[in-house]
């Protein structure tokens, strides 16, 4: 019976890591209250997904002494309140629907949000 159970184990496991999908990182950072991609210079950029896929966003805070986050309120996604130089993920598994969602730093969501467009996957 446990000889069936190993058996059965190896031939699953490839199977199970070719067929996780793969997740792109996407970096965000904070400084001067907006967001920039990393390396970027437009302040809080528009960022297009695709329809399905999935992501990681990766929020960096650069404003020491300021407090911000990651929300996407749409999607009922939310980082914690971040201090400067701290880090946090936020996972996202983009609906099959194209649209566009909004993003924000939830205290300051006067100044610092931006768009997501959802497109339609080639
Ligand atoms: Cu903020």
Not at 65 to 87: F, K, M, Q, R, V
Request: proline letters at 5%; a negative charge; glycine letters at 8%.
């Amino acid at each position: 019976m446990a000889a069936v159970a190993v058996v059965s184990l190896v031939i699953l496991l490839p199977l199970t890591v070719s067929t996780r999908a793969a997740v792109r990182d996407i970096t965000l950072v904070t400084r001067d209250m907006a967001f920039y991609l990393e390396d970027g210079t437009v302040p809080n950029p528009t960022i297009r997904l695709d329809a399905g896929e999935e992501v990681r966003f990766i929020l960096r805070n650069l404003d020491s002494g300021i407090t911000h986050n990651l929300a996407i309120e749409g999607w009922e996604l939310e980082t914690a309140y971040l201090d400067g130089d701290a880090s946090a993920t936020l996972r996202v598994h983009v609906p099959k629907q194209p649209g566009s969602q909004t993003y924000v730093c939830v205290p300051h969501r006067g100044m610092m949000r931006g768009v997501i467009e959802v497109v339609a996957g080639d």
